[in-house]
């Protein structure tokens, strides 16, 4: 059996995930924490988060630059439209089964979590930049997919 992957991404309820239990069967849900997931996930699970570790004390992280470079895409300019699951009163929509919430971006980013554990449980995931900055605490300042 192919080892599971599972991608991440906080809503404002907890966590969502997107976990592939099968080749190509995905589970999807909200938990209240990062520890949560773990515990639903089997124990060789690649788990991909989508949250910035490792941040400058001033200025731009190398990562962003060498990931917008990819995209060919100034800074300025968005690569990704996002729609933040907002009703007319401002809310965000319940999307959830059990009426937790999360909007269509934190699906998008946990899918595209996902999309990176499984380049990184194929082998082919990369680094960016190849070698990464190091932040204040000692994190790695780097993108992964």
Not at 19 to 33: C, S
Not at 48 to 68: M, N, Q, S, V
Not at 91 to 111: C, E, K, S
Request: net charge negative; charged share 30%; proline share 6%.
């Amino acid at each position: 059996m192919t080892r599971p992957v599972a991608g991440l991404d906080g809503c404002p309820d907890g966590w969502l995930y997107v976990l592939e239990v099968e080749d190509g069967e995905l589970e999807a849900g909200i938990a209240g924490d990062v520890a949560a997931v773990l515990r639903i996930a089997p124990d060789d699970t690649i788990v991909a988060i989508d949250i910035p570790i490792g941040l400058t004390e001033a200025g731009g992280r190398a990562c962003d630059a060498a990931a917008r470079g990819l995209l060919d895409r100034p800074r300025h300019e968005p690569s990704v439209v996002r729609d933040h699951g907002e009703d007319r009163g401002g809310g965000r929509r319940p999307h959830g089964r059990d009426g937790r919430r999360y909007g269509v971006d934190d699906l998008h980013d946990a899918l595209a979590a996902l999309w990176a554990a499984r380049r990184i449980r194929a082998g082919t995931a990369r680094t960016f930049p190849n070698e990464p900055a190091l932040d204040a605490r000692g994190l790695r300042m780097a993108i992964v997919g």
